[in-house]
């Protein structure tokens, strides 16, 4: 019988709680990807891989898609985020990542790139 890996109670409740706590960016990208709107794709949104939780990811096409606020312009964040690229992308999934802003200006834009990808 094959089961599910159990997720830390720690991911778990971290997970549960950036789900009922999104950026406005987020809220806004989600209404484009939820309920298979998106070229039927399912994405899942706050979710664990390894240690790590992404912002939004579709299984099926191994991407992930990660918004960033200010903090990461910080030293010490620019870090953290390479390293868990590498170990994301050592998984074979493809990191997108845009700015908070892109959201706000550029919606359009955003979901063109991410099109260009899935297609």
Known sequence: MHTKPKISEKISVRTK????????????????????????????????????????????????????GWQHKEEKQERYDTVRTEFLESCGFKVLRFWNNEINNNLDGVVFKIEEFVN
Do not use: A, M
């Open 17 to 68: 709680n950036l789900r009922r706590n999104q950026t406005p960016q987020e809220v806004i990208l989600w209404s484009r990807l939820r309920g298979n709107r998106f070229h039927g794709l399912k994405f899942r949104r706050q979710h664990s891989l390894g240690r790590y939780i992404v912002d939004f990811v579709c299984l099926d096409k191994k991407l992930i898609i990660e918004l960033d």
